[in-house]
């Protein structure tokens, strides 16, 4: 019993390690999709305002396979969506907007999402 209990824990400390995960191809292409939308519209350093609003749409307009990438998308779209109708003046858009290119740059490095 105590060995069972040490191999579950084990395998689960593995399920949860820190390392890269193997990436498929269907999420390589969505990833490239992202940053190629990312990539495009205003300068993020010069006009945060239009650039959020022109990722709205595009980043809608993408399809992914993986749940988890499917919710981060959305997350960022509408996360750029409230700093666009606050013109960039709430706190708390622009902390969403921070969380949630945080969370799709993880998800897909090099994706190129502004906080």
Do not use: W
């Amino acid at each position: 019993m105590a060995l069972m209990t040490c191999t579950a824990a084990v395998l689960s400390l593995a399920a949860c390690s820190s390392g890269p995960r193997p990436v498929g191809a269907a999420t390589r292409k969505t990833c490239a999709e992202v940053q190629a939308v990312l990539s495009d519209g205003p300068d993020p350093g010069q006009d945060k305002v239009g650039y959020a609003e022109a990722q709205i749409l595009p980043l809608r307009q993408i399809h992914a396979a993986s749940p988890g990438l499917r919710s981060a998308i959305s997350e960022l779209a509408d996360a750029y969506d409230r700093f666009f109708a606050t013109n960039g003046q709430s706190a708390a858009a622009t902390s969403a907007v921070a969380a949630a290119a945080a969370r799709m740059n993880r998800l897909c490095p090099g994706a190129g999402a502004a906080a």
